[in-house]
């Protein structure tokens, strides 16, 4: 097995491509080592001592590193768990599907609107920012302020802030008049 890697735009933030599915649907994010007990995989990666995060998307699998570790001395044993995991046969995830995407209809006076912010957010967005190790998820719309959630390399990334003002928040306000802002939630 050759495990690809790619930088991302967090530092912090290494992306690992094993070359096969980690996930059919979705993507799940593991912010610490306690939130990791229902994936086999993410639980071999905390066990890596530096790691502070994993993600889990379609292709990849993206793993945040403490400050006072370096990429170096991480990446090959982060390499290694992954490689054990896939050699195990055992799945990314028991159990539970991944985290949904947020497709769930919207009912309310703003439900046309929260359907085509979610379209452009799956069609326009979330592409984009899979290519960089991350996802972002719906979390509201309440008085033309979209409320988004940034998972892995996104989550923590210098340029994020930049992302969804610039870039996310021109994107919705030139496809709906209706949105004003978009603000990240943690």
Known sequence: MFIQTETTPNPATLKFLPGETVLGNGTADFPTGDTAGKSPLAARIFAVQGVNGVFLGGDFVTVTKSDETDWDHLKPSVLGAIMEHYQSG????????????????????????????????????????????????????????????????????????????????NLLRHYIPEVIEVRPVA
């Not at 497709?103 to 046309?112: K, L, Q």
């Not at 326009?124 to 008085?143: M, S």
């Not at 302020?145 to 998972?151: D, G, K, N, R």
């Open 90 to 169: 055992a799945p990314a995830i028991e159990g539970e599907a991944a985290e949904n995407s947020g497709h769930a209809s919207h009912d309310g006076p703003d439900g046309e609107i929260v359907d085509q912010i979610k379209e452009l957010l799956d069609t326009r967005v979330r592409p984009a920012v899979a290519q960089d190790g991350g996802d972002i998820t719906f979390h509201g719309f309440d008085r033309g302020i979209v409320y988004l959630h940034m998972q892995g390399a996104c989550a923590g990334c210098p340029s994020s802030t930049l992302t969804l003002k610039m870039g996310i928040e």
